[in-house]
């Protein structure tokens, strides 16, 4: 059983920063690529951020130059760094992952429970 547990959401004010956290935990033999998708209410689950094992990444338009995702895989940990928060970025940020449990078999996709975000002054 593999579960994703995320930490770090919570009140910020316009222009402020905060950090999430992501820990996979379970039986895992490889994760390929972990990431950041984010919902508001009323609308799709869309991307934010995601990493690959070599370190590519990936950024929606709209938050490029402002978060920064960082990947940690000696401890199965993904981090969100989120500066300059404005009030659209206002949702719940689900951790993602994509991750092989054994040799030979074929990846999942695991989600996180998600966390709050909430900009506003």
């Known amino acids: 059983q593999v579960q994703l547990a995320e930490s770090g959401g919570g009140l910020e004010q316009p222009g402020g920063s905060l950090r999430l956290s992501c820990v996979a935990s379970?039986?895992?033999?490889?994760?390929?690529?972990m990431g950041w998708y984010r919902q508001a209410p009323g609308k799709q689950r869309d991307l934010v951020a995601v990493m690959t094992t070599g370190s590519s990444t990936n950024y929606a338009d709209s938050v490029k130059g402002r978060f920064t995702i960082s990947r940690d895989n000696a401890k199965n940990t993904v981090y969100l760094q989120m500066n300059s928060l404005k009030p659209e970025d206002t949702a719940v940020y689900y951790c993602?992952?994509?991750?092989?449990?054994?040799?030979?078999?074929?990846?999942?996709?695991?989600w996180g429970q998600g966390t709050q975000v909430t900009v506003s002054s």
């Open positions: 379970g039986s895992i033999f490889r994760i390929n690529s």
């Open positions: 993602y992952a994509q991750i092989v449990l054994s040799r030979n078999r074929s990846p999942n996709n695991y």
